[in-house]
């Protein structure tokens, strides 16, 4: 399998900034809004988002991407993020 025939997902789970648990529904909204715009300048899709059930967990974030890793890495290095701790599986997506 060629490099060019995987796409890669990125499942980040972090701490929520204590800031996102006082913003309104349409705050919320928005801040997530932005953050998806700071992805698509590392070219990562920012599919989803949420806060998960049953884990130590404040929220869960999916993003998706050709670019592999370190590309990643310095999405996360470079952006302002509105969690922090991030724990994150990466998985490969065939094409």
């Known amino acids: 399998m060629e490099r060019n ?5 990125f ?5 929520a900034k204590p800031e ?6 349409e705050e ?5 809004g932005r953050l998806t715009e ?5 070219e ?5 988002w949420g806060f998960p059930y049953g884990v130590d967990d404040d929220l869960v974030v999916v993003y998706e991407s050709e670019k592999g ?6 999405y996360e290095i470079g952006t302002e993020l509105p969690y922090t701790n991030t ?3 990466i998985v490969a997506i065939p094409l």
């Open 69 to 74: 890793l370190e590309n990643y890495m310095n």
């Open 38 to 42: 700071k992805a698509e300048r590392y």
């Open 28 to 32: 919320l909204a928005e801040e997530m």
């Open 5 to 9: 025939e995987l796409r890669h997902g």
């Open 87 to 89: 724990r994150t599986t």
């Open 11 to 15: 499942i980040a789970y972090g701490k």
């Open 44 to 48: 990562l899709s920012l599919h989803m």
């Open 20 to 25: 996102l648990f006082r913003m309104s529904g």
